[in-house]
T-cell receptor, first 115, second 113 residues
Framework: EPEVTQTPSHQVTQMGQEVILRCVPI?????FYWYRQILGQKVEFLVS????????KSEIFDDQFSVERPDGSNFTLKIRSTKLEDSAMYFC?????????????FGNGTRLTVT | DQQVKQNSPSLSVQEGRISILNCDYT??????FLWYKKYPAEGPTFLIS?????DKNEDGRFTVFLNKSAKHLSLHIVPSQPGDSAVYFCAARERGSNYKLTFGKGTLLTVNP
C-alpha cells in the first residue's frame, strides 16, 4: 500500500539553526499537510498546502516556518531559526482530495530535538 | 482550548470483548470526525470516519456512532484483538476546512489475551 515517507526519522539541531524536514507524499495525492506533536501533548495542525500554495495555517505557523514543494514528489517544512520549544514530532500527511472525501494519510514522523 | 476531549487516558479490555472509546467535542462547526490509531514510533493510521449528516458508520470490526445533540462520538471495536492495542485519537474537522483537524489527547487501549 502506498505510504507517506519522511526523512530523517530523527534530527538533532542547535537552537538558532535552520532545519528542513522532508516528506514524500503519496504520489497521486494533491493536498499536503504538516502536523506536530510536542511530547505529552495533542497532535496539532500546522499548515495545509494545495496547488502550490498554503491554503490554511495555524497560529503556530509563524514567519519562522515555511513549506515548499520543490519538485513533483517532495514536500518540505523549513524552520528558519529553531527554538527549544520547536522540539516535537513532526508529521507530514497527504490526501487525494480535500473536504474529507478521502482519508488523510500520515507519515511516521520526524523527531526534532533542539538543544 | 479543549475542543475535542477524550476523557479516558487508558482502557483495558479482554480479547474478544467489545472496546468502546469515547470522544466529546464543543465546537458546533465540526462537521466531520475521524478516528486514528497510533503505534509507538509510527504516524497515526486512519481507521474510520463519519460525517455529521450520519449517526453511524461501520467498517468491519469498527463502528463509529455520532450523537450530535450530545456532541459525543464513540468508536466500538468488536471483537477486540491484541493487535488493536494502540493509542486511539479522535479528530474533528471544521466545516469549510480541508484537513485542518483538531485532535483529542488520545486513549491508550490495551487488549489482553
Amino acid at each position: 500500500e502506498p505510504e507517506v515517507t519522511q526523512t530523517p526519522s530523527h534530527q538533532v539541531t542547535q537552537m538558532g539553526q535552520e532545519v528542513i524536514l522532508r516528506c514524500v507524499p503519496i504520489s497521486n495525492h494533491l493536498y499536503f499537510y504538516w502536523y506536530r506533536q510536542i511530547l505529552g501533548q495533542k497532535v496539532e495542525f500546522l499548515v495545509s498546502f494545495y496547488n502550490n500554495e498554503i491554503s490554511e495555517k495555524s497560529e503556530i505557523f509563524d514567519d519562522q516556518f515555511s513549506v515548499e514543494r520543490p519538485d513533483g514528489s517532495n514536500f518540505t517544512l523549513k524552520i528558519r531559526s529553531t527554538k527549544l520549544e520547536d522540539s516535537a514530532m513532526y508529521f507530514c500527511a497527504s490526501a487525494l482530495t480535500g473536504q474529507g472525501r478521502s482519508p488523510l494519510h500520515f507519515g511516521n514522523g520526524t523527531r526534532l530535538t533542539v538543544t | 482550548d479543549q475542543q475535542v476531549k477524550q476523557n479516558s487516558p487508558s482502557l483495558s479490555v479482554q480479547e474478544g470483548r467489545i472496546s468502546i472509546l469515547n470522544c466529546d467535542y464543543t465546537n458546533s462547526m465540526f462537521d466531520y470526525f475521524l478516528w486514528y490509531k497510533k503505534y509507538p514510533a509510527e504516524g497515526p493510521t486512519f481507521l474510520i470516519s463519519i460525517s455529521s449528516i450520519k449517526d453511524k458508520n461501520e467498517d468491519g470490526r469498527f463502528t463509529v456512532f455520532l450523537n450530535k445533540s450530545a456532541k459525543h462520538l464513540s468508536l466500538h471495536i468488536v471483537p477486540s484483538q491484541p493487535g488493536d492495542s494502540a493509542v486511539y485519537f479522535c479528530a474533528a474537522r471544521e466545516r469549510g476546512s480541508n484537513y485542518k483537524l483538531t485532535f483529542g489527547k488520545g486513549t491508550l487501549l490495551t487488549v489482553n489475551p
